[in-house]
């Protein structure tokens, strides 16, 4: 889940095992850009290991959840990391929760916090926010539940819909097998699989790309095959039918805004319209924009992490129009209400204030 609400304070951040050291403010403003970006606040060094990365973050009111990829075959360092940002120039972990493995997404609903990681999907209890507490799981692990081969099925995201979680798991196979569990959790201490359904997808020969998916209602859109982004509807009875497929530019990292879907790799954005379900097309793409890790959008701004931290006019959606900078390079960015989480490659939480 990558969400944002419209707001004149950004919060760009990194977390770390430590305390918060208060920084001097400092302003960072490209040329010719609309925006510029004043740093507030930094926790240094949040990531569990050299290694690690944030995958996503979700904020509450004022609290931040975090999830780490570690770019190493040992999962010591997988946890989720909980900060109070109250004070955004003095940000403070509340608390950590170690999972099985590397967390790829996370969603929030209410004082639930659903994990999805390279061993499956979790449910934590957030209501005592020092305290995260594991409440119920489903593990991939166990081969007569998960479906289970040579390879490791990885758990690459978690929708929540009511007392169902629709999980899209891939396995890495040639050609590549992915899908989508739907799980009720209607007793989160004992989250059970009552459907399944199998998607194959060619790639490029010798490329084995990790499946991405957002959500827009009852709406699937996954990205996998060579820039080609599949449109799936869910129907009451859990059931997936495929209903239109779009050529993009780039496969990668998306989020939907409205009527728009946002597409982002390291060649670059595409913008593609869904307006229409049944006959989504792309509208324009730039590999001028440089390379995206993490994207966040809000009704008027799309904030791209990367090399940099871009941020992109969404009231112009013919043109890909930058208008605004944060020169640090990045993996995660995230935001609620005013505040914007950016998770950067110095493994720092920074939080900044957007001034026009």
Same mark, same amino acid.
């Given at each position: ?101 590397? *967390? ?6 209410? &004082?639930? !916090? #659903?994990? %999805?990681?390279?061993? @499956?999907?979790? /449910?934590? =209890? ?124 780039? *496969? ?6 409205? &009527?728009? !879907? #946002?597409? %982002?790799?390291?060649? @670059?954005?595409? /913008?593609? =319209? ?83």
């Amino acid at each position: 889940m990558r969400k944002l609400i419209a707001g004149s304070i950004i919060l760009i951040s990194i977390i770390a095992f430590g305390g918060c050291e208060k920084d001097e403010q400092e302003t960072n403003d490209p040329e010719n850009n609309t925006l510029s970006l004043v740093l507030k606040g930094t926790i240094e060094n949040m990531a569990p290991r050299q290694e690690d990365h944030a995958t996503d973050m979700i904020i509450k009111n004022s609290t931040v959840y975090i999830g780490f990829w570690s770019d190493t075959e040992n999962d010591e360092g997988a946890h989720m990391r909980i900060v109070d940002i109250t004070d955004i120039q003095n940000p403070v972990q509340i608390s950590q929760y170690s999972t099985l493995d590397w *967390v790829d997404d996370i969603e929030l609903v209410e &004082n639930n !916090l #659903y994990l %999805g990681h390279y061993q @499956g999907f979790e /449910i934590l =209890d957030v209501s005592i926010l020092s305290s995260p507490i594991l409440i119920g799981a489903n593990y991939s692990t166990n081969s007569t539940v998960w479906p289970h081969n040579t390879t490791q099925p990885f758990v690459k995201s978690v929708k929540i819909m009511g007392n169902i979680a629709y999980v899209l798991y891939w396995l890495i196979e040639s050609p590549s097998i992915c899908g989508f569990k739907t799980i009720n959790i209607e007793n989160k201490t004992s989250p059970t699989i009552i459907a399944d359904t199998t998607f194959v997808v060619q790639q490029i020969p010798n490329e084995q790309r990790q499946p991405t998916c957002v959500w827009s209602q009852d709406y699937a859109f996954i990205s996998l095959s060579p820039n080609t982004v599949s449109i799936y509807q869910v129907d009451n009875n859990h059931f997936f039918t495929k209903i239109s497929e779009c050529n993009t530019s780039v *496969v990668g990292n998306m989020i939907c805004n409205g &009527n728009y !879907l #946002y597409i %982002g790799e390291a060649s @670059g954005l595409s /913008i593609i =319209d869904i307006t229409d379900k049944f006959n989504p097309y792309e509208i324009v793409s730039s590999s001028e924009i440089g390379s995206v890790n993490g994207m966040s959008v809000s009704d008027s701004c799309l904030f791209l992490a990367g090399e940099t931290l871009r941020v992109i006019n969404c009231n112009n959606t013919n043109k890909i129009e930058k208008i605004g900078e944060y020169q640090k390079s990045g993996t995660t960015v995230c935001s609620f209400n005013s505040k914007i989480c950016y998770f950067t490659d110095e493994h720092d939480l920074e939080i900044l204030e957007i001034e026009n």
